[in-house]
Every structure is written in structure tokens, then in C-alpha cells.
């Protein structure tokens, strides 16, 4: 079995770096190694070769639970009811700035 077989047959994590400008992690790509700790050492040296990174988080994709793109309508239309969410009707005075 060659080097590569053997890397794809590791499970596929999920990378998320936080930068030192940032305040959330954010995905940059994914990888497959052994481990979480092989994850993490690998993660540091493919995604924050430049010391950009503050922290690293690795998660087995197999763990990810994600939404269905064709049910976006059943999942984010019931919020639109909810006009007290977006409170776009109220009159925001001018030195309050940006908000």
C-alpha cells in the first residue's frame, strides 16, 4: 500500500484558525491524519506556516451535522416572522454611529 493510499484511509478533520486579528475561528480546509494531536501538528504547519494563527481547532468532519442547502426554506423561514429580531423599524439617532 503506498503512502497516499494510507493517508486516505485516516479520518478527514476539519480545520478551523483563529488569526491574531480575529476574534472567530474560521474553516480553511481539512486534512487527514491519525489523530487529533496529529490533526492539530499537521494543522499548524499546512495552515498557519506564516505565524498568523492564534489557535486551532480540529474536528473529525465525520462529527459535523450540516443543513441541507434545498430545505433552506423549512430551516431559516420561520425566523422571518419574528420582526423583533431585526429591529430594522426603529429610528437610530445619529451619534449612535454605525450599528
Known amino acids: 500500500m503506498s503512502n497516499e493510499t494510507a493517508l486516505k484511509e485516516w479520518p478527514l478533520w ?3 484558525v483563529r488569526s491574531k486579528q480575529g476574534l472567530e475561528h474560521k474553516h480553511c480546509g481539512s486534512l487527514h491524519a491519525s489523530d487529533a494531536k496529529q490533526a492539530l ?3 499548524r504547519d499546512v495552515y498557519t506556516r506564516r505565524q ?3 489557535s486551532i481547532w480540529v474536528v473529525p468532519s465525520k462529527s459535523i451535522t450540516a443543513s441541507n442547502p434545498d430545505e433552506k426554506g423549512e430551516l431559516f423561514d420561520p425566523a422571518a416572522d419574528k420582526i423583533y429580531r431585526h429591529p430594522t423599524f426603529y429610528d437610530i439617532p445619529a451619534e449612535v454611529g454605525h450599528m
Open 52 to 54: 498568523e494563527g492564534v
Open 41 to 43: 501538528d499537521m494543522a
Open 14 to 16: 476539519e480545520v478551523f
